[in-house]
């Protein structure tokens, strides 16, 4: 099957006051029609930035490089600003981690809505208006053609999350990218996005590209997952291989932070990874997560390759799968 979209060796750096900043430093993914792809990893791993390198919209003193970035068959790199600008919204489209500054507060909900959708298919206004009021509804918003009057300030955050994710389905795009759309609300709010989102790609075809530091988030929705750090991903697979079989020690850092209801007596200590994401300026030598990481030894002096592990499960780390022990996290 042909890759909707296929990213081999994407790298992005950014010139910085202290040297040169390499917060993507070389990933590679497919993701096929309908598919659910979730990148997750803490703070600073370089998610946001690696959907903003999808998208076309990292800041201007951004250089973005790689040996394949191709989006249903088509050369992404070698698009012109212009070119890129056509397929936004239409054929890929992106709900940002925080609505309220990425709505426009001097416009209106329903200017904001129908905007895109004039100027990529070039339909009236009226029947801007009329798909505009029909997915507000479907994304669960009631009084719909009353909401395009409004402006941001006046809904509250998962409203104003559900036009984002409305918006972002005006044109019916084949690929979304979603940069922790459920971060700021709430848990009941955030299980009736998610819920809401898996339907409507199911409903509509699409792909998705989920981006989060939350694996509660993550075992809803993904079909497969890729764990990130430092820059690069450590671990690939399906859900099941990643929750039920996790082999790099960073991911097993990140589901030890997790309460397993059932098994996690109340009260009982959960664990933590320590240390913190290392700085991207210059680059990283040999193991990013070494420092970090109860299992180093002088192997993790040189940068292990992601290397397949059997069944589509990659992982990049020195030791051997079948004798990997547990990281004893909670008592790091």
């Not at 050369?75 to 054929?91: F, H, S, Y």
């Not at 082999?247 to 664990?271: D, N």
Request: hydrophobic share 40%; glycine share 10%.
């Amino acid at each position: 099957m042909n890759s909707l979209l296929s990213v081999r060796n994407l790298r992005v750096e950014i010139p910085v006051g202290a040297g040169l900043l390499k917060p993507v430093r070389g990933i590679s993914l497919d993701l096929n029609k309908g598919e659910t792809l979730c990148i997750v990893g803490e703070s600073g791993c370089g998610k946001s930035l690696t959907s903003l390198a999808l998208m076309g919209l990292l800041p201007k003193v951004a250089r973005c490089s790689g040996d394949r970035l191709s989006f249903g068959g088509q050369d992404l790199l070698g698009l012109t600003e212009r070119q890129m600008a056509r397929l936004r919204g239409r054929a890929i489209s992106m709900v940002f981690q925080e609505p309220m500054t990425s709505l426009n507060p001097a416009y209106t909900i329903g200017d904001q809505l129908i905007e895109g959708m004039i100027r990529h298919d070039g339909v009236s206004r009226a029947k801007a208006r009329d798909r505009a009021i029909f997915l507000l509804e479907k994304v669960g918003i009631t009084a719909a053609a009353s909401r395009l009057s409004q402006f941001p300030h006046q809904l509250s955050g998962g409203l104003r999350q559900r036009v984002m994710i409305a918006m972002s389905l005006m044109c019916g795009p084949d690929l979304i990218i979603a940069d922790e759309p459920t971060t700021a609300l709430d848990v009941t709010i955030q299980a009736k996005i998610l819920r809401m989102m898996k339907d409507l790609q199911a409903e509509l075809g699409m792909a998705m590209v989920f981006i989060t530091h939350d694996l509660g988030v993550v075992a809803r929705i993904a079909d497969r997952i890729a764990v990130m750090y430092a820059g690069i991903f450590v671990e690939t697979g399906t859900a099941r291989q990643i929750f039920d079989t996790p082999t790099h020690p960073y991911t097993k850092g990140l589901l030890s932070c997790l309460p397993v209801p059932g098994k996690t007596k109340l009260g009982a200590r959960l664990g933590a990874v320590p240390g913190v994401v290392p700085a991207l300026i210059g680059g990283v030598q040999g193991c990013g997560f070494a420092s970090r990481c109860p299992l180093r030894q002088a192997a993790c002096d040189i940068e292990p390759e992601l290397s397949e592990r059997g069944d589509g499960h990659s992982c990049r780390c020195v030791h051997d799968t079948p004798t990997l022990r547990k990281a004893e996290w909670a008592t790091a």
